[in-house]
Nanobody, 124 residues
Framework: VQLQASGGGLVQAGGSLRLSCAAS????????MAWFRQAPGKQRELVAS???????NYADSVKARFTISRGNAKNTVYLQMNSLKPEDTAVYYC???????????????????WGQGTLVTVSS
């Protein structure tokens, strides 16, 4: 199973970016997908999550500025980031809570599927 994240970049404060993440592989079920971020010298933190039924959850610091959504293509998720601030600068990671078919042909559930990270830099 692979998670491919994209969309990061350099933007001025007040600007917008849209992150994308696509999960691929032997996926049986997709319970939830999420975006985390890790700024230099800080712990990784949850930014936003969305369940298979569409329920969303946001960190207080991004509420009303960021929107997480699922794509029409199965196993894709987006993070629309508006009104970006310098403190949003971080590496953003896509995460998925999946049931997959493992190498032994068995179902395996895990919340520990991660993308490679995409850097978002917001200049002041």
């Amino acid at each position: 199973v692979q998670l491919q994240a994209s969309g990061g970049g350099l933007v001025q404060a007040g600007g917008s970016l849209r992150l994308s993440c696509a999960a691929s592989g032997s996926i049986v079920s997709n319970y939830a997908m999420a975006w985390f971020r890790q700024a230099p010298g800080k712990q990784r933190e949850l930014v936003a999550s969305i369940t298979s039924s569409g329920s969303t959850n946001y960190a207080d610091s991004v509420k009303a500025r960021f929107t997480i959504s699922r794509g029409n293509a199965k196993n894709t998720v987006y993070l629309q980031m508006n009104s970006l601030k310098p403190e949003d600068t971080a590496v953003y990671y896509c995460n998925a809570d999946l049931v997959v078919i493992n190498g032994g042909g068995n179902y395996e559930a895990s919340k520990d599927y991660w993308g490679q990270g995409t850097l978002v830099t917001v200049s002041s």
